[in-house]
Each structure stands twice: as C-alpha cells, then as structure tokens.
C-alpha cells in the first residue's frame, strides 16, 4: 500500500490525526519531528536556537529523504513544505494531504510557540509563516481536508472518505 502523507500548519493535527489514522487503517505511524530529534540527539527547538532555521530545513530534507516507509501514515513538520526534494520523495511514495486551518485556528492552537520548533525566519510572524506556506501546501497536496471546526476522529473520517473517494493511499490500491 501506499504512504499517506500528512501536511499542514503547525496545529493543524498532523501527528494526533496520523496515529488515529494509522490504527484504524492498519497502517504503520511515523512522526518526521520525532525522527529529526532522533537523528540529531536533540529536540527540534535545540537545533533551530542554536544552529538556524537554514540548518534545520537541511536536517528536515535529509532525514526525510532517509525515510524509507511503506503503508504507513507520515506526520510531517509544517515546514516540510520549503523543500523540493523531500516533498518529492514523499509524493514519489504515497499520496499528500493537506490537513487546512485558518490563521486564527492556527494562532489560537499555538500555546507553545518557543518550545515546539517552529520555524520563523528572523522578523518572520505566525502571520507571515501562514501565508508563505499556504501556496506550498496547495501546490503539493493531492487531497485538502478542512479540519478547521472538527474534532480528531471526524478528521480521520474525513480523510478516509476522500481516500476512498480518490481510491488512493492506505484504504484501496
């Protein structure tokens, strides 16, 4: 079976929908955020306070590009999306979806801004981070679900409901 690929806003769910999608199809759950911590001995904050947003991207790209999966349901950081290449190994490998927010949805799920590793450029606002990324998100995405009003499981629902209707991913092949 193919991946399924989670994409979005840091908020958007990504890695709470992934695992309750992962067991209900069977599949098998990778969160590329904890795979980067793994890889670099340190968490995702660590490595952009002391190192960059620059050098994090790079992290993010090569362990994503290590990343050799089959059925199974990828969580990826909302800044995946900067990279030609990982995104391109991962759509080479399954399908992506784009788990769609609102700024102020985003803005109001981000409690922990400077410890959950976000990447902002210097200067760079939540505002402005939104809406350089949107465009990205849309350009790669196979399949957008709106998760702006809906608790987990009606996410995973509707992500199963467009994978089938798509007859793609983890549910038909």
Known sequence: MKNIILIGMPGA???TVGVILAKTLGMTFVDTDIAIQERAGRLLQEI????????????????IQ???????VIATGGSVVFSRKAMNSLKKEG???YLKISCDEMVRRLSNITTRGIVLFSGESLFDMYHER??????YADITVDCEDEDFEEVVGKVIGELKRENRGGTKK
């Open 13 to 15: 769910g990504k890695s």
């Open 48 to 63: 952009i306070d002391t190192e960059g947003p620059d050098a994090f991207l790079k992290t993010e790209e090569e362990t």
């Open 95 to 97: 399908v992506v979806v």
């Open 66 to 72: 290590s990343l050799h999966c089959r059925n199974c």
């Open 134 to 139: 949107v465009p990205l998100y849309e350009r």
